[in-house]
Nanobody, 125 residues
Framework: QVQVVESGGGLVKAGGSLRLSCLAS???????MGWFRQAPGKEREHISC????????HYADSVKGRFSISRDVAKNTAYLQMNNLKPEDTATYYC???????????????????WGQGTQVTVSS
């Protein structure tokens, strides 16, 4: 059974940092992993992703230079280090895994079929 579980969210002041973790179990092969977020009343935004081998990453302009994605293949875990957080980063953050192993581009959004339940990040001003 496939499970994707995020953790690490919380309340932080503007300028602070958080590190989100995403444990994906029950998957065959190191899948591309992505982080998304959705604020109330807004569409879901793809903010970052990393390929299965960890060699390629992608960032949305809104987080580039502040967020960093990484993964530990042996632990089936992806991470999102978030620095210099801003109030506009407040959202529910979701992790997702691609439908299968070996997809070249991690920003192939429709291929994300395994989703976590989300973790809340709140940044106060």
């Amino acid at each position: 059974q496939v499970q994707v579980v995020e953790s690490g969210g919380g309340l932080v002041k503007a300028g602070g940092s958080l590190r989100l973790s995403c444990l994906a179990s029950g998957l065959t092969g190191a899948r591309n992993m992505g982080w998304f977020r959705q604020a109330p009343g807004k569409e879901r935004e793809h903010i970052s992703c990393i390929t299965g081998n960890g060699q390629s990453t992608h960032y949305a302009d809104s987080v580039k230079g502040r967020f960093s994605i990484s993964r530990d293949v042996a632990k089936n875990t992806a991470y999102l280090q978030m620095n210099n957080l801003k109030p506009e980063d407040t959202a529910t953050y979701y992790c997702a895994a691609h439908v299968r192993f070996g997809i070249t581009s991690c920003d192939d959004i429709p291929k994300y079929t395994h989703w976590g339940q989300g973790t809340q990040v709140t940044v106060s001003s």
